[in-house]
């Protein structure tokens, strides 16, 4: 089968052939159908996420499961599934607790052994678990979620990341209340999930900030009621300003460097909380005043994943893209060959679209 391969950080994507390694007891084997190009995966290339290379990314996909090892219960030969990139072990202390998508074991299939082999002798590794960067891919059966058979590919692989992430981040770890008023930072995929998640919540208003006006015309379609062109003006004072001069009761940061964390901070009212989404570098430090946290009485939260379980969010994603709840396809911006992965990390550096979506 063939995928797109990163060999070292800052290298270019290559599309090479590769043999996938046995199937174990618990793995499924899926042929991928459609695969999201997220900003995390670009996060890997740089080496923002630290991830032992050589690797296959891609961890926003779906596809048919053509493939099951002799202990699978949960799904069969022909089902159309969403892959999660943590596959939760429902047994840790964090499952246990409810939040699976802290599973201290989550992750254990993406680096207990190489996924696929290519010709030369090279083992690679499944990034995050999923490596839908390429056409097939073994994952554990605790990371596929069924999903009905009519629904789309190409929504269908934007629910194991982007989707999930954003409206998980408004409804499952915020826990927005109807008439807060929320505030996005950042305008790409995650970020207008978040828009919608905060149209689905019942915010008012809702803010959308970016720097790219082609960004900030899809947040109104996703259901942002103002925007700001960060560009242009204050974004601070200009969410201030929505909010009679208070801030935003909720602040949600989907960008992932410390000035926006921080701009994220100041635009959030006292007792206000503050969501950071976005997945910054581990040497960029965030800085507050002491005396600014305590009087301002704000909370400061991250996010994983959208707080996401994925066998409950997964379906229900779908069920309201169905209903007309949610509006998936206004986060497509290009359908891509797995040929024109490179040209789609540039697109997504310049800030041309919100999500490149690869079909095979």
Known sequence: MKAAVLRGTGDAFTVEDLRLRA?????VHVRVAASGVCHSDLSIQDGTIPHPLPAVLGHEGAGVVIGTGADVTTVEPGDHVV????????????????????????????????????????????????????????????????????????????????????VGAVCNSAHVEPGASVAVIGCGGVGLAAVQGARLAGAAPIIAVDRVASKLVLARRCGATDVVDASGTDPVAAVRELTAGRGADHVFEVVGRSDTIEAAFEMTRRAGTCTVVGAGSFSDMVKFGAMQLMVGAKTLRGCVYGSTDPARDFPEIVRLQQAGRLDLDALVTRRIALEELNDAFRAMQAGEVARSIIVY
Do not use: M, N, Q
């Open 23 to 27: 199937l174990g007891p618990r793995d």
């Open 83 to 166: 892959l999660a990139w943590v596959a939760p072990c429902r047994a840790c202390f964090f499952c246990l607790r409810d939040h699976p998508e802290l599973c201290e074991h989550g992750l254990d299939h993406a680096f207990a052994s190489p996924y696929a082999t290519a010709s030369d002798g090279t083992a690679f590794l499944a990034a995050f678990g999923t490596a839908t960067f390429g056409e097939e891919t073994i994952v554990p059966e605790r990371a596929c979620v069924k999903i009905d058979p009519e629904f789309p590919f190409e929504l269908a692989a934007l629910v194991g990341c982007g989707v999930v992430t954003g």
